[in-house]
């Protein structure tokens, strides 16, 4: 009997990420980028002319965009992972910005990727909805706001989990914003500013509270 949806939830990771960046300035950020791209966790980072996140590959996947979010082509050879100088171990979380929180959830689903929950807030701008997935050790965040335009789901940012946070802020300098408590209890946060180049939102966390 086929495996339903629900049961392949656990077994589908983020493999790859291709993005739209200067990997020059990810070098200068402190990532360690070879000419084949960069290792973080076990997320393969790969470098092209433009900007923002152009695509993605999961395992197990296929070729099948998920709601218009676009499949990257596959990377060849191999990359080995870090250390990066900046600290950064694995990517934390990816997010995704969709106008309809229920299609894109559907549409996941169908490729066997279950919601696990649901946030709501009242922002300025106002209503915002975000629905939280798992893939292996990143976790996708999609969000629903008003200010999100029609059309397929897209690609926004990326928050990497670094070790030492504080000591990632000195590497950045005045390329990284203040920083601050993060939604998550025992946790910190700081943006990387569009000063560093990096050509995507980027954002740095510190690691799971110990328990």
Sequence with gaps: MPESPRALTTLTSLEQLTLGADPEA?????FDVGQEGARIGGVRLQFEPGESILGWRLDPGGETAIDGLPVAAPAHGDVPGGPHPNGAIRIDHLVVFTPDLERTTGSLEEAGIERRRVREAETGDGPLRQGFFRLGEVIL???EHARVEPGPARFWGITFTV???DASAQLFGDRLGSIRDAVQPGRRIATVRREAGLGLPVALISPPAQR
């Design 141 to 143: 965040e999609v969000v």
């Design 163 to 165: 070790a030492d946070l």
């Design 26 to 30: 990810w070098r200068r950020a402190g």
